[in-house]
Each structure stands twice: as structure tokens, then as C-alpha cells.
T-cell receptor, first 115, second 113 residues
Framework: DGGITQSPKYLFRKEGQNVTLSCEQN?????MYWYRQDPGQGLRLIYY???????QKGDIAEGYSVSREKKESFPLTVTSAQKNPTAFYLC??????????????FGPGTRLTVT | DAKTTQPTSMDCAEGRAANLPCNHS???????VYWYRQIHSQGPQYIIH???NNETNEMASLIITEDRKSSTLILPHATLRDTAVYYC??????????????FGTGTRLTVIP
């Protein structure tokens, strides 16, 4: 089945540690995205990449870093510089859906808790 | 980008139609209205989209006003599994740029037994 996978589903880290969240897609989509969601809030864009070896900051990129070495993979690193890292992180990609128009497909998310 | 306004929350009785409104008064002529929903602790799921004509698929119907400044998502027979946050988004067709997709806080729909 085609789709987006994120691992792990739950992640726990101590404050001051960097942590990398995995995102893989086998949809052959060029564009990939990372969002952060806090309780009761909408999604906020962290970083996005429209093509391999290229990425741009979103609205809340401070304290995060990404890489896009392969089309299928777009890992997100939450660094110790991120002041409030505890959140639900969603990875997405954009491509033509069954309707013939562009749709954004989302992974199941990773819930990161930093204590 | 045109942004959207939705009520924070709504309730609907199981088996009845759920009508979720969305205002997008600054929508431009080539922008589509998309609806997604997010069930708790999962990634958002595409529901339906439209430009100016009403649309229907196996999940829902989308009614867009003639002036395109507002729309309504209709779930014809709501079930308990339809309890979720519903996002109304305006975006340009065929554009993959992230700045064309803006998720607000959405409407939290609760289907009541």
C-alpha cells in the first residue's frame, strides 16, 4: 500500500537532547512537509521541501532542522534549542490524488514528549 | 492566501445530517475549497474539494455559494466515527507549495448517540 509512515508513534526524551523524527513516503511525491500541532490548535508549518536537496523554513522553523537527501525521506530533528518541543508532529506530502487534483497526504504522526 | 473562518465546535445527533459552515470571503478566482478532517491523534484525512460547483463523493457533499465567499460541508448521515476536527482550507489548484495550505483551528464536530 502506498502511504506515509512516521516512526515511532510515541517518543520520549530528556530536555537538552536532540531527537530525530522519521518520515518516509512511497507515493513518489516531490513535496514533503513537517507540521507541529499543539493541543486544541491547528497545524503549524515547520519546514517543507519541494524537491530533493532543497528545503525551506515554514512559520516556526527555529529549533528544528531537516534534510532531504532522498525523495522518499524527510527526517526532522528537534534540537535542544527548541524551547517547547513537546507536541504532535505530522509529516505530509503533496501529489495528485484519485480525483486528479493535488491533495496533501498525512502520516499518522509522532507524539514527542520532552521532560 | 485566502484564509477561512469556521465555528469552533458543533454537535450533531447520530443519523442526522451534519452541516459544517466555512467563510472564505477573500477567496480568489482560481482557488479551490478543500475539506480535511482529523480524528484524535491521527493525521488529517482528505474529504472533498470544489471550485464553484457543488460536489459529492462517498464521504460528503460540498455546497459552495454563488459568490464563493462561503461553503458548507454536509455529512448526510453522521455516525459516531465522524467525530473529528474538520478543517476548511483554500488553496490554488495544482500548486504544491506549502504556503498555499493553511490549517486553522477547524470545527470540532461531536456526533452524539
Amino acid at each position: 500500500d502506498g502511504g506515509i509512515t512516521q516512526s515511532p508513534k510515541y517518543l520520549f526524551r530528556k530536555e537538552g537532547q536532540n531527537v530525530t523524527l522519521s518520515c518516509e513516503q512511497n507515493l513518489n511525491h516531490d513535496a514533503m512537509y513537517w507540521y507541529r500541532q499543539d493541543p486544541g490548535q491547528g497545524l503549524r508549518l515547520i519546514y517543507y521541501s519541494q524537491i530533493v536537496n532543497d528545503f525551506q523554513k515554514g512559520d516556526i522553523a527555529e529549533g528544528y532542522s531537516v534534510s532531504r537527501e532522498k525523495k522518499e525521506s524527510f527526517p526532522l530533528t528537534v534540537t535542544s534549542a527548541q524551547k517547547n518541543p513537546t507536541a504532535f508532529y505530522l509529516c505530509a506530502s503533496t501529489g495528485l490524488g484519485q480525483t486528479g487534483s493535488y491533495e496533501q497526504y498525512f502520516g499518522p504522526g509522532t507524539r514527542l514528549t520532552v521532560t | 492566501d485566502a484564509k477561512t473562518t469556521q465555528p469552533t465546535s458543533m454537535d450533531c445527533a447520530e443519523g442526522r445530517a451534519a452541516n459544517l459552515p466555512c467563510n472564505h470571503s477573500t477567496i480568489s478566482g482560481n482557488e479551490y475549497v478543500y475539506w480535511y478532517r482529523q480524528i484524535h491523534s491521527q493525521g488529517p484525512q482528505y474529504i472533498i474539494h470544489g471550485l464553484k460547483n457543488n460536489e459529492t463523493n462517498e464521504m460528503a457533499s460540498l455546497i459552495i455559494t454563488e459568490d464563493r465567499k462561503s461553503s458548507t460541508l454536509i455529512l448526510p448521515h453522521a455516525t459516531l466515527r465522524d467525530t473529528a476536527v474538520y478543517y476548511c482550507i483554500v488553496r490554488g489548484y495544482g500548486q504544491t507549495g506549502a504556503n498555499n495550505l493553511f490549517f486553522g483551528t477547524g470545527t470540532r464536530l461531536t456526533v452524539i448517540p
